[in-house]
């Protein structure tokens, strides 16, 4: 055989990339990485003081990355000689790299990419892979003449017409996948990413109430007759992250499925596991709100998986257990590195996926794109006909000012949800002005068991606080409020102590608790600032602990604490400013006087000053 099939040589000289084209790949990638590096930076460092330097580093490792995909794309890859030897094709670069693939290895020969991009690509059972530039070809027909004369050299082994006609079974594949336009694909990436500009746009990745009004999932809202939601779920995403790796996942399996099932029987799989997954979430998870496109994407998984099974020998990679192990990887890796991760939706959307393939796995595999074409087509104007009546319900629902309070009214009442998504939900019905009493009432409700549930989050207490607060019951607001301060010593529980205490000055005077000294402590604002208290019998209040408010006409500007020593004299003066600069209208009162005895009082009177904010703890 050696000797009578020569051997033939070709120069290959790749030609240097677009300098445009570089351009941008090398921006796209820079921004994508920049806007991945601080989404995913966010998620464990929150603080507002940093975000400036997140934004920055992110920038930065953009920047490089960017730079680094410019420079890679702008080089000229080295000349080559690729040899069609007698019984194999060899690929030698100038420097000196070399790939060799025996004609009776081969697996595939095809051409993949279009345009400036177009690449001839030999694959033999071991997965090794030899990628030729049809641009490095001196002539335009040199590439085909290759792909030829590959074919006619395995045609001259033994059973080579059975290679051949396998190898053109994959040749139409790879065809079908280089040429097929893929629509349905396009426009998933393309309605999701617009949606997530809503979502952006609209606050609701900061706010889950906002994204229960944009339709994310919740058992209990669908329950209770949501159904629209099992549908619009499907389209929203919580995060940057999120919506990166889905889209990724969408575009993989998209673009691999669409030029082989059909845009219609595709974009049918696609919605129904999304519905599968979204109901399999709200029957057997344990989350109180679920979103994204996975579920979706798993049914395609799933399908991906059962295609190469099925049709292993028409795929353009060798089957092998590798390749298995790969997907097993890629199905069990997001549940074990991602957090908050709804299994079961995934689970039942690559259960639907893997049955709807089931259900199409018979003939050769290029024919299911004509096979029932008219019926699926039918069932993909009704499911998108059902997904956009959903959506028309969740942007009527958008449009209406009530509807996150609404939602929140009829979260309160499942009892069996978790501490957070409870305590979130009677926040936004206590910090709402259009609140019903009902409504006030049931958060008031909720949160007295939220707290004996969780009895350590001061966030809780806060929102048991204001619901008091909310009902008039100023002086329960104040000793609740004390509390979440007391675990928690932060500007928002100051604020909010500050406003509860001054609104029980104002509805019948001070609070007392434990003994009634015989006179009341007298507080008053000095001139310069400083705020000077009459004690009156000062070894009385040895170890109590009196609250004051600086406030003006618009509401609280401090709070202070004063803890009274045991060799304190009748007159204590604090010589800090309790607010800089006070308006000439503010006031200092005393609202809570705390007489109960310390354990170990201390030998001198200690301050304490808590700057009220303006933008923390806004209440009707």
Do not use: C
Request: glycine fraction near 8%.
């Amino acid at each position: 055989m050696s000797e009578e099939i020569p051997v033939r040589e070709i120069e290959l000289r790749p030609k240097r990339g677009s300098g445009w084209k570089a351009v941008f790949t090398g921006l796209a990638t820079g921004v994508i990485t920049a806007f991945f590096f601080a989404a995913m930076i966010r998620e464990d460092r929150n603080a507002p003081d940093e975000a400036f330097w997140i934004n920055a580093f992110a920038v930065v490792i953009g920047g490089i990355i960017g730079i680094a995909v410019w420079s890679a794309s702008r080089q000229t890859p080295p000349p080559a000689i690729l040899r069609l030897e007698p019984e194999s094709i060899r690929w030698r670069s100038s420097l000196g790299a070399e790939i060799q693939l025996p004609y009776s290895d081969i697996w595939a020969a095809y051409r993949q990419g279009r345009g400036a991009g177009e690449t001839l690509v030999f694959k033999d059972r071991a997965k090794g892979t030899l990628m030729v530039p049809v641009s490095g070809f001196s002539e335009p027909g040199l590439a085909a003449s290759v792909l030829d004369e590959v074919r006619g050299r395995m045609s001259r082994l033994p059973e080579g017409d059975e290679r051949l006609a396998a190898l053109a079974r994959r040749d139409a594949v790879a065809e079908a996948l280089r040429t097929t336009p893929k629509p349905v694909t396009i426009a998933l990436i393309s309605l999701l990413v617009l949606i997530f500009a809503a979502e952006m746009a609209m606050g609701a990745l900061e706010d889950p109430f906002r994204l229960l009004a944009f339709g994310a999932n919740s058992p209990f809202l669908v329950r209770t007759g949501d159904w629209f939601r099992l549908a619009t779920a499907n389209l929203l995403h919580g995060g940057f992250i999120h919506l990166y790796f889905n889209l990724y996942a969408l575009f993989v399996f998209g673009f691999t499925l669409e030029p082989l099932l059909g845009s219609a029987r595709l974009l049918v799989f696609f919605l129904i596991s999304s519905l599968a997954g979204a109901a399999g979430s709200v029957m057997l998870a344990t989350y109180d709100m679920s979103l994204g496109a996975s579920t979706g994407i798993f049914g395609l998984f799933a399908v991906e998986a059962f295609v190469l099974w099925r049709w292993k020998n028409e795929g353009l990679q060798p089957p092998s257990k590798r390749l298995w192990w790969s997907i097993a990887l890629a199905f069990v890796l997001p549940a074990i590195l991602v957090r908050h991760v709804d299994h079961m939706g995934h689970m039942a959307g690559f259960a639907t996926g893997l049955g709807l393939a089931a259900a199409s796995g018979r003939g050769e595999l290029l024919d299911l794109r004509s096979r029932h074409r008219r019926t699926y087509l039918v069932l993909a104007v009704l499911l998108s006909a059902l997904f956009l009546t959903a959506a028309g319900i969740t942007v009527r629902r958008l449009a209406d000012p009530a509807e996150e309070l609404e939602i929140a009214g009829r979260l309160l009442r499942g009892r069996d949800l978790s501490p957070t998504l409870l305590n979130n939900a009677a926040w936004r019905v206590v910090a709402s002005r259009s609140a019903t009493h009902v409504q006030l009432e049931d958060a008031l409700a909720t949160m007295k068991d939220v707290v004996k549930r969780d009895p350590k989050s001061p966030e809780a207490r806060d929102t048991l606080a204001t619901a008091h607060f909310r009902l008039g019951h100023a002086r329960e607001a104040v000793v609740v409020e004390r509390e979440a301060l007391a675990s928690a010593d932060t500007p928002v529980y100051a604020t909010q102590l500050a406003r509860f205490e001054l609104a029980l000055v104002e509805s019948g005077g001070p609070l007392l608790l434990g003994e009634r000294p015989a006179r009341l402590p007298q507080a008053r604002l000095l001139g310069d600032g400083s705020t000077q208290v009459d004690l009156g019998d000062a070894s009385a209040l040895s170890g109590a602990t009196l609250h004051f408010v600086a406030a003006d006409p618009r509401g609280p500007l401090a709070h202070l604490e004063l803890i009274v020593g045991s060799e304190e004299s009748a007159l204590a003066q604090y010589e800090g400013q309790p607010t800089p600069p006070l308006p000439p209208d503010a006031r200092i009162l005393l609202t809570l006087v705390d007489s109960r005895e310390r354990a170990d009082p201390p030998a001198e009177s200690i301050w304490r000053l808590r700057q009220t904010t303006s933008d923390a703890g806004r209440l009707p």
